[in-house]
């Protein structure tokens, strides 16, 4: 009987494909799957190694769901090993249905809205973090694979990085970093100068906006907030319906109700324009887009009150909240604060591969030395 039920599972099992959320131009296409077992030998295939170590547990009270975790016993930090395994051995739940279950236990501050746990479907990614000392964490009936500790940097970087050359990706990561400013700072920004600092405004460009405002039913701050609040509504519905109507959705919402919207005199174009380009940059940085836009309305809010003043003030009470940041002995905002020198090498500006000797100094491990020259 057992055989059988073994068999049934193994016919159900979804092939291995490249992950619709992680496709590369250049490198591995192989995905995780929902099979613990698959996604183990994905790792072992790429590991072969006698120092590839796992803990297997079972939790969930009616689910019993497998979890393993993954580490480089002659790499990871064996400290950090014994408290992520400490922390999943004590949790008593009902049932673990996918890996994020698991992250609201491994977080340091579950309360915070930033990411705290790393994340990825690609064996390669998965890997190449083991390799630098992080613990991986497969969950059975979940693609998604957990590793830790995770530093804010790690979401700059894409996969694709490590299979183009050097220069472009550079330039690539560079404008991820400005995307992330105009995703957050733009509307608020924006605000600021309509409401406080329009003298700093060229005359024919503020002739020109105050024209588009002029017989609008809202103040700015609340046009604003209504654009945003809108396109939030128009992501989440795009999101959510079937797939063949996803995409109608997406131009109706984005052309026809818009320009109606613009047509009918409830919202200007600036704002609109405003709006659309902060949400389109948020998308360079997929893993982080939820962040992003509780950060622009948090700095949007801010320049409506306070204006470039409150965007500062927001902005340092972010910085400094940050720097306390702490996961599993990681700084959040390494290798920027503390600053890491050797770590710079592959952070923004990345280097030849022949000049990462050592593994990164923000991540606990015990061999430094990751090319002999």
Do not use: W
């Not at 907030?225 to 519905?237: D, G, R, S, T």
């Not at 909240?321 to 002995?329: A, E, H, Q, T, V």
Request: with cysteine; hydrophobic share 45%; proline share 5%.
């Amino acid at each position: 009987m057992a055989k059988k039920d073994k068999k049934d599972n193994e016919s159900i099992k979804r092939n291995i494909m490249e992950p619709p959320t992680s496709t590369v131009l250049l490198g591995p296409r192989e995905g995780f799957i929902e099979d613990v077992t698959t996604n183990f030998q994905l790792i072992k295939k790429r590991l072969v190694t006698s120092s590839l170590q796992e803990v297997n547990l079972k939790i969930g009270k009616y689910t019993q769901t497998q979890v393993k975790i993954l580490y480089l016993n002659d790499i990871a930090d064996e400290k950090i090993v014994t408290k992520i395994a400490k922390k999943l051995s004590q949790i008593n739940i009902d049932g673990i249905l996918d890996s994020f279950y698991l992250a609201s236990f491994l977080e340091q501050k579950p309360n915070s809205i930033f990411k705290q746990v790393g994340q990825t479907e690609k064996p390669d990614v998965a890997v190449a973090k083991m390799l630098e000392g992080r613990v991986a964490i497969l969950v059975d009936g979940s693609p998604i694979v957990l590793t830790l500790p995770f530093v804010l940097i790690e979401d700059l970087q894409s996969p694709d990085d490590y299979y183009q050359k050097n220069f472009r990706v550079t330039i690539t990561r560079y404008i991820r970093l400005i995307s992330i400013l105009v995703s957050t700072l733009l509307p608020g920004l924006y605000l600021a100068l309509l409401l406080y600092h329009y003298k700093i405004i060229p005359f024919n460009l503020l002739v020109t906006l105050s024209n588009s405002t002029a017989n609008l039913p809202f103040g700015p701050f609340i046009e604003i907030l209504f654009v945003i609040i809108l396109f939030e509504v128009l992501y989440e519905a795009n999101l959510r319906m079937p797939r063949h109507l996803g995409m109608a959705l997406s131009i109706v919402g984005a052309l026809i109700l818009g320009d109606t919207a613009v047509q009918a005199g409830l919202i200007s174009p600036g704002a609109v324009m405003i709006i659309a380009l902060s949400g389109i940059t948020a998308y360079t940085l997929p893993n982080e887009t939820g962040q992003l836009s509780l950060l622009r309305l948090g700095f949007t809010f801010f320049a409506g009150m306070l204006s470039f003043y409150g965007i500062c003030l927001f902005g340092v009470f972010l910085l400094l909240y940050l720097s306390n940041f702490n996961s599993y002995g990681s700084p959040y905002l390494a290798p920027i604060a503390p600053y890491i020198k050797s770590d710079l090498k592959d952070a923004v500006h990345k280097q030849n591969l022949l000049n990462l000797k050592t593994r990164p100094l923000s991540i606990k491990n015990k061999n430094k030395t990751r090319l002999e020259s």
